[in-house]
């Protein structure tokens, strides 16, 4: 188990400490392959090669189906399975959907704790919801960004049709209308720190690759690496660094 000391240990000296990123896009935009291609985020881990770990329910509810043994091919499932396993309950049910959130919300705490970068993969449907957890992290600290990506509904909804597990057209449409909608809040909202990806093209390897190496040069990488500006996390760099050159008790 991962203890607080030694996440505070790894903060002090990561590259990406208290830098906040947020991505925006609605079913059928491509945000697994975005982060993929921005972020170097292998399908199964929950950390990128910049130190920032990433904070996605849905990565936390695949772990529970395969520690149950209903295995992570969400794809194959049977539809009443699934709906009764990861459906989420007004009062806060005992099923996985929920579960996988409170487990999330638990790593999100303990992440910002330490004051370790973070990637906090959402829809984008909810802007209140964004706003106030952008809220929560620059409170702690963290400078803030968000990528926003754009696709239009006719892709997104040719996306949908493609996976096995079809969502209902309306769910597609609903999100990617809010998606839309919150577009010029989100720009107001992160100003300067803020990065619209188009994501309407299918693009082959090595085109994808040199197409986020642009993407990534323009704005993301001087985010991570330009020095801290919150002031509340600045204070928190300096009390850690004096904290560490205490000498510290024997036990």
């Not at 300067?192 to 190496?213: H, W, Y």
């Amino acid at each position: 188990m991962i203890k607080l000391k030694d996440l505070l240990s790894e903060g002090i000296n990561d590259p990406g400490i208290l830098k906040c990123v947020f991505l925006a896009g609605g079913p059928g935009s491509g945000k697994t392959y975005i982060a993929k291609g921005l972020f170097g985020i292998p399908e199964r881990l929950n950390i990128s090669h910049a130190g920032l770990k990433m904070v996605n329910s849905d990565k936390e509810l695949k772990f529970l189906l395969n520690k149950y043994g209903f295995g992570t091919d969400l794809d194959k499932m049977p539809d009443e399975v699934f709906k009764n396993l990861t459906t989420s309950t007004e009062k806060g049910g005992s099923n996985l959907r929920h579960y996988a959130k409170d487990l999330t919300a638990q790593r999100k705490k303990m992440y910002m704790n330490g004051r370790l970068g973070m990637i906090i993969d959402g829809t984008g449907d909810d802007y209140k919801k964004i706003y106030q957890m952008k809220k929560e992290v620059e409170e702690k600290g963290y400078d803030t960004y968000m990528i926003y990506i754009n696709t239009t509904l006719e892709v997104a909804l040719q996306r949908n049709e493609k996976r096995d597990r079809v969502l209902p057209q309306k769910i597609v449409m609903d999100s990617h209308r809010a998606v839309m909608q919150n577009l010029g809040g989100f720009n107001g909202l992160f100003k300067q720190n803020f990065m619209v990806a188009d994501n309407n093209k299918d693009l082959d390897e090595k085109k994808a690759a040199k197409r986020f190496s642009m993407l990534v040069k323009q704005g993301l990488n001087k985010f991570i690496k330009k020095p801290l500006k919150n002031p509340i996390g600045k204070s928190w760099v300096r009390h850690q660094k004096i904290l560490k050159k205490q000498p510290q008790p024997h036990l």
